[in-house]
C-alpha cells in the first residue's frame, strides 16, 4: 500500500477519508478490494508518517482526532484535485466525453433534469453525468466545495464566488385537497385564502422564502400548519387535507387528472419562481460540461 519512494498512495488516502466519514474499516476495505486488517495496516502506517494519532475508536466507529480532522481538509484537496486532473486530461484527450456534475433541486428531477440530459446526450452521446439532489442551501454548498460543477436552482444564490443565469421561470399554484371548498376553482386571488392553513418548507428554503413574500404581497401572513423539507412531503400533507401550499407546477403534475390534489392559478401575484443555473465564476468548467452548460442555456425558455 505504500508507493516505491515510501509515500502513502492514494487508494490509503481515499480509504482514510471514507472512513472518516463514517465508512466502516470493513466496508471501506472492500470497496478497496483489500482485506480489512490490511486496511487497518495501512492506515496505522499513514499515522506513522504523518507523525500523529488520525482517527480513535468511539465504541465499534472510528473518529477523528484533532488532528485528523486538520489532516483530512488536505486529503480532500488533493483527491479533488487529483480527480478533477484526471478528468481534465480524459477531456483533453476525448473533448466530447467526459463526465458532467451536475447538482439539482428535487422538484426538477422528474421534469427539467431528464429533458436537459436526454436532449444533450443526442449530439454527445458519450458523456456520463454524476448526479445530486438537494435542497436550496445544499446546492449552495455542492459548488462551494467542488462536489458539483454546475446546479439548477431557483433564484439566484446572491453569493460573490457564483455566477447564475436564468433558465425559465415555473409557475407556483396554489395546492388545495380534491374536496376543499375551492377545488372546483381554476383561478383565485391568493388574498383570498388568507384564513386557510398553510403547509411550508421549513426556514432556509428559497420556496419557504417566496411563499412567505407573495403571501406578504397578497397582504396576509400565513397560519402554518406543517413545516417539511421536500416539496413531495407537502403534495402529500395537501393531500391528506391537513392545509393549502404554493408549490412549483411542473408539467407532469398539472397533467395529473387523477390527483386527491387541485392547482389553482393565481391572479393577484405572481405566482412563479425562477429557475437558473449556477457554476463557481473563478472556476474553468471541463469543457464537456461547458458544452451542457451552454446547451442548458441555449435551450432556456426565457426570451
Not at 453525468?129 to 442551501?137: K, N, T
Not at 390527483?259 to 468548467?285: F, H, K
Request: with cysteine.
Amino acid at each position: 500500500m505504500t508507493g516505491k519512494n515510501g509515500t502513502m498512495d492514494l487508494q490509503v488516502l481515499r480509504s482514510f477519508q471514507s472512513v472518516a466519514e463514517g465508512t466502516t474499516v470493513t466496508d471501506a476495505a472492500t470497496d478497496a478490494g483489500i482485506t480489512q486488517p490490511a486496511l487497518s495496516r495501512a492506515l496505522a502506517r499513514l499515522e506513522d508518517e504523518v507523525g500523529a494519532e488520525l482517527l480513535q475508536r468511539v465504541g465499534r466507529v472510528l473518529r477523528l482526532t484533532p488532528a485528523g480532522r486538520v489532516f483530512k481538509e488536505y486529503v480532500d484537496g488533493v483527491l479533488d484535485n487529483y480527480d478533477r486532473g484526471r478528468r481534465a486530461v480524459a477531456e483533453m484527450v476525448h473533448p466530447d466525453s467526459g463526465v458532467v456534475s451536475l447538482a439539482f433541486l428535487h422538484t426538477l428531477g422528474t421534469w427539467l433534469v431528464p429533458q436537459l440530459v436526454t436532449d444533450f446526450r443526442r449530439t454527445f452521446p458519450q458523456a456520463q453525468f454524476e448526479l445530486h439532489q438537494d435542497g436550496e442551501m445544499g446546492l449552495t454548498r455542492h459548488l462551494l466545495d467542488t462536489t458539483a460543477d454546475l446546479v439548477i436552482t431557483s433564484s439566484d444564490p446572491g453569493h460573490p464566488l457564483i455566477t447564475w443565469r436564468r433558465l425559465l421561470v415555473e409557475p407556483l399554484r396554489l395546492a388545495v385537497p380534491s374536496r376543499h371548498r375551492l377545488a372546483r376553482r381554476r383561478r383565485i386571488r391568493l388574498a383570498e385564502v388568507a384564513d386557510e392553513r398553510f403547509i411550508l418548507l421549513k426556514q432556509g428554503y428559497g420556496l419557504r422564502d417566496i411563499t412567505a413574500g407573495l403571501c406578504r404581497e397578497a397582504g396576509f401572513t400565513p397560519v402554518i400548519a406543517f413545516e417539511g423539507e421536500e416539496v413531495e412531503t407537502l403534495r402529500g400533507l395537501v393531500a391528506a387535507g391537513l392545509g393549502v401550499s404554493l408549490i412549483p407546477s411542473s408539467p407532469e403534475v398539472t397533467a395529473a387528472s387523477e390527483s386527491p390534489i387541485r392547482y389553482l392559478e393565481i391572479t393577484d401575484v405572481r405566482g412563479a419562481r425562477d429557475i437558473g443555473i449556477a457554476w463557481l465564476s473563478s472556476r474553468a468548467v471541463p469543457p464537456i460540461t461547458r458544452r451542457f452548460l451552454d446547451h442548458a442555456l441555449r435551450t432556456s425558455t426565457v426570451e
